[in-house]
């Protein structure tokens, strides 16, 4: 079986990238980065699906920069919007199947509990809104994908919250942490290891045409309440005197396009598939344990 993972720079393709796969037999990954495969290039795409000829595509590419989407529309939509309709055509054509990632940004975070799937989507971003749009370009044109909406992500890869924190509390140096908004993280390994689990079990899913939320299991939590769990966490393996400060994100962000509850519930995850998703505290548990025991 082939794979191709597009946006082999980012966060969640660096731990695909990392993960052991070579137990399982006959897999074999491919990873472009956007000078190999630039996804909103119809031309780049299909000669790499017609040299390959993969079996399915993840797409890790995307604009992910909230803040620089609401200055620059044309960006975050050609790359989370416009690019997934020649993404959808072209792995239609090539007969792959597609695993693409969304976000919990398409919520407007006014339901104050945990979103479902058929929830109305009403994004307060153009980040979000472009996310949406793409999601809605996969469902009109792809003839087999699976969507998984995640929040949060976390690893030891590139820039994300975990590794602020961990940063900070290595360098004694205090920071502030948003204490109203509120989400369940998610360990960018666990997604790694639901992607493992469907190839470890040869599930069927050629015919899927759906969209999941995919989140850790555990508590809801705010920035503030995640960043202090990293630090009693971290203080298992050594001290620090760095100060965690809560802070509102109006203060902080100085805008209002973040979602202020955008909890996703990942049930129909679970039960779609008998499969059990690890508690965010665990997944800090074991990164930590990665990185500092020797
Ligand atoms: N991070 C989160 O907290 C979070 C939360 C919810 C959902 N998600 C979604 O999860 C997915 C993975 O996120 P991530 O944080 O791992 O992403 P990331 O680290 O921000 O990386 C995105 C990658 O996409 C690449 N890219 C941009 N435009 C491209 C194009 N036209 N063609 C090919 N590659 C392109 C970028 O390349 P350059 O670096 O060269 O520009 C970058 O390496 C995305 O769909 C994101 O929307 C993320």
């Known amino acids: 079986m082939k794979i191709i993972v597009t946006g082999a720079n980012s966060q969640l393709a660096y731990t695909i990238k990392n993960y052991n796969f070579k137990k399982l037999k006959n897999i074999n990954f491919f990873f472009y980065n956007k000078d190999s495969i630039d996804i909103s290039n119809f031309d780049s795409l299909n000669n790499k699906l017609e040299l390959i000829k993969p079996d399915l595509l993840i797409n890790c590419a995307a604009y992910t920069d909230v803040v620089n989407s609401e200055k620059n529309f044309h ?98 140096q205090n920071f502030y942490a948003v204490n109203d908004l509120f989400s369940i993280p998610t360990s960018s390994i666990e997604i790694t290891k639901f992607i493992y689990f469907i190839l470890e079990n040869k599930i069927n899913i050629k015919n899927l045409k759906d969209i999941y939320h995919f989140t850790n299991t555990g508590p809801v939590v ?9 630090k009693e966490s971290y203080l298992s393996y050594h001290s620090t005197n760095c100060e965690i400060l809560p802070i509102s994100s109006n203060d902080f962000f100085k805008n209002n396009i973040r979602p202020k509850y955008s909890a996703l519930n990942n049930k129909k995850l679970i039960y779609k598939f008998k499969y059990n998703i690890e508690n965010w505290q665990h997944s800090i548990n074991s990164l930590l344990n990665m990185e500092f025991k020797s």
Do not use: M
């Open 75 to 172: 960006l975050p939509n050609n790359v989370n919007n416009i690019s997934l309709k020649n993404l959808s055509l072209l792995t239609n054509k090539h007969k792959v199947t597609l695993l693409h990632f969304s976000t919990d940004y398409v919520f407007d975070g006014k339901k104050n509990d945990q979103y479902n799937e058929g929830d109305i989507t009403n994004p307060i971003s153009v980040y979000g809104k472009t996310k949406l749009d793409g999601e809605k370009n996969i469902v009109n044109f792809s003839n087999n994908f699976i969507i998984l909406r995640i929040s949060w992500l976390f690893s030891n890869y590139k820039n994300n919250f975990y590794k602020f924190v961990i940063n900070n509390l290595k360098s004694n």
């Open 222 to 230: 705010s920035w503030y309440q995640f960043a202090k769990y990293i």
